[in-house]
Structure formats: C-alpha cells, structure tokens
C-alpha cells in the first residue's frame, strides 16, 4: 500500500510527512483506501500558534533530510506540533461525503476526539487572545463536495474570521523605472 500525502494545494510532500512525529503517528492509523484531510499546527514553549515555522518543515520545496533537521531542532527550541484530522473523503473505500458531519465526526475521531462546542462569545474572545485566525462553524447535518484544487466546497459549514481582509479594485498600473 501506498501512502500519499499532500499541501493543500495540491503538492506531493509525502517524503517529508514521516519526519514529522504527529503526521506519521496519524498515517499509521489511516486504513488502506482512505483519504483524510488534516492540518499540521505548530505551538512555541509558551503555548501560542506559530504557523511561520511550518513551512520551513513542509514546504514541497525541502528535501526528506533538511526537513527532519529543521523539525528536531525546532522540537529542540521548544516547539509542540500537532496534526489535527478534521475530516474524511474516502474511508476503507468509500465515498463518505454523503455522510453529515456527525457521521464523519465518528471517523475522525479514530485519530483523537475532537472537541465540539456550542459556540459563543467566551471562545471567541479566547481565539483572538491566542492569535487565531478564525472558527469554521458547522451544522450536524454539513455533508461536503470536493474539488481536487484544494479548496472544498461545503454545505451547512460558514468560515467566522477575526483577521480583517479587503478586496481591492486596480483601476491603473504604471510601469516602473527598475529601481
């Protein structure tokens, strides 16, 4: 059997996946024929989330040897990672994104039990003191589809940001001098 693991956009990172404890811990778990999606966190000694330092672990660009190298030093800094499952495509075979997201829930607590919460204003003001980017609020009966780009395309599940975004309109471009 063979694994395959993936950025969320879509490159293959599986070489470096098994340098990283919480990774290989999760794939030892997945049963063959199975697609799960996860995300890989980083915490600092004092606790806070620090996604700046991921990269240099994961990024498709790395080699096998310089990501374990950079992982065991920064585990060596004081740095925590966890990987978090938090959903599931294809399980032993099956298509699961039918399932609501009660069901898939059962599935991807396989892998450690997720916390689930009735959310309110107390967590959010918790979020935002640990630097967070945002919630993704689901309803029990969320089914999802999926697109092969890396971006998912949900039902019944709303993404509840703090980090202030803008669009913006160019209504002329200059060309530079070079300098």
Known sequence: ????????????????????????????????????????VAFDKDGNENPKVLKAVTTETTTEAKAKSK???????????????FDVLFWKGENVTGLTFEDR??????FGERKVAIFNEE???????????????????DI????????????????FKFVETTDCMVIRVCPGAGK
Do not use: C, Q
């Open 144 to 159: 999802i589809t999926f697109t092969m780009n890396g971006k998912p395309k949900r039902k019944g599940s709303y993404k």
């Open 71 to 85: 992982y065991e030093s920064l585990v060596k800094e004081g740095y925590t990672f966890e990987y978090n499952v």
């Open 105 to 110: 829930l059962k599935i991807t607590n396989e």
């Open 1 to 40: 059997t063979k694994t395959v693991g993936y950025t969320r956009r879509i490159k293959t990172i599986t070489g470096i996946l098994s340098v990283v404890e919480p990774i290989k811990n999760s794939l030892d778990l997945l049963p063959e024929e199975s697609l799960i999606i996860g995300e890989l």
């Open 123 to 141: 967590m959010v003001s918790e979020a935002k003191e640990h630097g967070w980017e945002g919630f993704i609020l689901r309803r029990p009966d």
